[in-house]
């Protein structure tokens, strides 16, 4: 007995689609099935407000130096919201300002390891 391989490729390139719309279906009907991104998009969310509001708050910025401080300071803003953050989500939190920053169009110098931002616009 042999395997018609053509029969076989036939049916796995009709099954393949139907799999793809089962996922897409499965995606709309259960959209919250990884508990990161769950939590994640609310996080990512508010950290973007408390970050517009600390550029905003401390005009001076001579209390927001490097990057760190601003971490710092918007982990303590989310544990006072009740979120309870592991070690890798504030890693994340990290990245995710870094990247914020990037993009509002600040420069970071590098200074022994340390981020120092330089302010060269204004909120």
């Known amino acids: 007995m042999s395997i018609d391989w053509s029969l076989v ?3 796995l390139m009709s099954i393949l689609p139907l799999l793809s719309l089962v996922f897409i279906v499965l995606k ?3 959209p919250v099935v990884d508990p990161y991104l769950m939590k994640g998009t609310v ?3 508010e950290i973007d407000d408390i970050i517009d509001a600390l550029l905003i708050e401390y005009p001076d910025r001579e209390y927001l130096l490097t ?3 601003i971490t710092d300071k918007v982990l303590e803003e989310l544990k006072e919201a009740g979120y309870s953050l592991d070690k890798e989500e504030k890693r994340k939190v990290n990245y995710h300002l870094k990247g914020k920053l990037k993009k509002e169009g600040l420069k970071i110098d590098w200074i022994d390891g340390e981020g120092i ?3 060269n616009k204004m909120f």
């Open 117 to 119: 931002i330089q302010y």
């Open 43 to 45: 996080i990512l969310a």
């Open 67 to 69: 990057i760190d401080e």
């Open 28 to 30: 709309k009907a259960f």
């Open 9 to 11: 490729l036939t049916v």
